[in-house]
């Protein structure tokens, strides 16, 4: 019998003594993470959110199993934050659309729930009405069996059936009133009951874990009262991918006594401040590195460049490299490089090689 199917559904219950332990250490965490940015200029936070939101936007799509491209997340997260100067990237609907909606969560975290505002999140993840080559309900409850299986074909393994489709609606109405109840549950607890609620009854015939991760931060943000996310659930989430679906199956399949998810739901929550650290000396050395490269009158082709070495590039650069990637000729990538190198921006590398190749300074 899967939770559902009980009849004091959906009654959750939860060890209070040992939630609200683990709870008080993570409310610790994040208030002193809060406190930490609040001391640092406004540029610098905008980078580090930039920075958490584009990790945020990648992972929730490989929980899924999809890649997305790290450059076009941020340009599309870049351009919709109003910061030009390091928006890079070709445009992508899809991407802009997941990108749209952690946006909307998170700027407009105090805005209520209601069907047309999940209906529009869904529309946004499937813009073309397919699933990969598959015809979906979009922007709308399923109207077909969920269930949630593995294995080859003729091999399937079953891990959970949703509620019958004929309940979504019913099932959707009675959680949008909850979530948007005002009570003494404390927020973040909230995130991880909505998360696995909302996941129980899986109301969409696809899309359903990243529309979760927008909801749980929605509540994340609520809590921390900042449209600014410092920390990613769906990066640590992404980190212990099997975990998180056998604490969601031991669940659904179990009692409607939640602690055992909501101890793990915490505890993703501060390992995810924990990394967080680690993101911010990055952004640190960006910041630091960009603010001494804009006293310099770089052309599009110069910033577009560090920008690639300072994110996601792989080996080292060469002449013919920058001449491919900013598609210039090589004597002008020689006339950029030789510049950058001028400013110290660039040197070459000490180990050298069959051909000259460059660092960051």
Not at 113 to 136: E, V
Not at 234 to 254: P, V
Not at 337 to 350: A, F, G, S, T
Request: with cysteine.
């Amino acid at each position: 019998m899967f939770i559902h199917e009980q009849s004091d559904w959906p009654d959750f219950r939860w060890n209070n003594e040992k939630v609200n332990l683990k709870l008080a250490h993570v409310r610790y965490m994040q208030g002193y993470l809060l406190g930490k940015m609040e001391e640092i200029g406004f540029h610098f936070r905008q980078e580090a959110s930039l920075e958490i939101l584009t990790s945020d936007a990648i992972k929730t799509s490989a929980i899924e199993g999809e890649k997305l491209d790290p450059q076009t997340v941020r340009s599309s997260l870049a351009r919709k934050l109003g910061l030009e100067t390091v928006s890079i990237g070709a445009k992508n609907r899809h991407i802009d659309g997941l990108v749209d909606i952690l946006l909307d969560a998170t700027r407009n975290f105090d805005a209520p729930l209601t069907k047309d505002r999940l209906f529009g999140w869904h529309s946004l993840l499937f813009p073309s009405g397919r699933s990969g080559l598959t015809h979906i309900t979009v922007g709308n409850w399923r109207e077909g069996t969920m269930y949630v299986v593995s294995g080859p074909l003729g091999y399937e393994h079953t891990h959970f059936e949703a509620p019958n489709a004929s309940r979504v609606s019913q099932e959707m109405s009675r959680f949008i009133n909850w979530f948007n109840e005002e009570h003494k549950l404390d927020l973040v607890l909230k995130a991880g009951i909505a998360h696995f609620w909302f996941l129980t009854i899986h109301p969409f015939d696809d899309g359903n874990g990243r529309i979760a991760r927008a909801l749980t931060d929605l509540l994340l943000t609520r809590s921390d009262q900042s449209q600014e996310r410092f920390y990613s659930m769906s990066s640590k989430i992404e980190q212990t991918r099997k975990t998180y679906y056998d604490m969601l199956e031991g669940g659904q399949k179990g009692t409607l006594d939640i602690t055992e998810w909501l101890l793990w739901f915490l505890e993703c929550i501060e390992q995810a401040i924990k990394d967080s650290e680690k993101i911010f000396a990055i952004t640190l050395n960006k910041s630091q590195f960009w603010k001494k490269a804009n006293s310099y009158a770089l052309n599009d082709r110069q910033k577009k460049l560090l920008n690639l070495m300072l994110e996601n590039f792989e080996g080292n650069l060469t002449t013919s490299k920058y001449a491919k990637l900013t598609k210039c000729s090589q004597d002008t990538a020689l006339r950029d490089i030789k510049e950058l190198l001028d400013y110290n921006l660039l040197q070459k590398n000490p180990s050298g090689g069959r051909s000259t190749s460059y660092l960051l300074t």
